[in-house]
């Protein structure tokens, strides 16, 4: 009985989902979901990336409270709409469709919509993104690929970020790696530092390659 | 609909934490629900503890995939248990029972359970315990408190770990202790690095204080 209610929140989101997924196809935009665990710096990637794209972006901030990102966000002058799940522990298609009438959208190339912090629920629910990211970082160690496996495996890119800090963490980059391969062999791993900009150049062509 | 699914499912789970709160009381076991988000460091608060505290303690470690942190807990010699959700992004209080029975918690005064790291979910599952504690950490932002209300209300003790990297790091603690006090004003909060060990003795003093 419970896992039936499941699976039908889940189908009715894979609905809406679809929905979503049509809408960004028919107006070429590339939806990029991005997750992470709280603090990993997703926001940073999202404002190091429009100083880096040359592209017009849209940004959807998901978060429980507050609407300090969307801020940040909208001080470098792109269409912004912030999402408050009030609890929920991630965002869901149907969110973001309703804030896409928030949203001025129609001339952006890429929208990134940044989830709830969270290494689980997230990687649960389609949002009609064309490609899904995570943000993983050194300070939160480099077992995280095999305890969080069903978020590493469900990526088309992991971008590991405060490779900075390197120095002052006992992280083990080649133990990552390695479990970020037993789940998933096929998504480049971006090595860098938001607040140095190392890297990131490398993500930015890496996206630039995808198709709307 | 939904609304009611999820409130039946909370019932239960208040329930099944009331009967084992009567277990944990009835032994003079001390149990403590250690909440953060993934990677802020609770294995090596545990660690850490064992080390200090001088009492018998035992441990369940909540994690989704792997028994990395139950094998080093296991190295302290100390009865330790390992629950893997298989996907589940929060302990509940039922995997708690059918965990105690595999155990060997009738010496132990202090029962540490390390729930799945997650900022969010956690904070709705009570599982029987007698003090719920957050591991935040340095490398996560200031700003978690204003985004994560629900869990920095709910718990008895913050620990903000990794302190050793403050350098390092764009974190203000002032800052971070306005948002913990805007929503907990009540809970300690120990400033501690589990690396260098720097601030542990008042976190072992507040625990030796708590009464099963």
Redesign the interface.
Known sequence: M?IN?VKN?LDANDQMAAENKFFFEKRHIVAVNIMA???AGKTSLILRTIEGLGEPIAVIEG????T?DAEKVGEKQVPVVQINTG?A?HLDASMIKTSLKKLSIDKARYLFIEN??????PAEFVLGEKVRVLVA?V???D??P?????MFSTVQAVVLN?M??LP???FNVARFMEGVRAVNQEAPVFQVSC?TKEGLQDWIDWLKKIKS
């Open positions: 419970k209610v929140i665990s709280p603090g978060d429980i409270a507050s300090f609890g522990c709830v912090g969270n290494l689980v629920c970082s300070p939160e160690g077992d995280k095999f305890k969080y496996p069903g405060k900075d800090v002052y963490i006992d607040r």
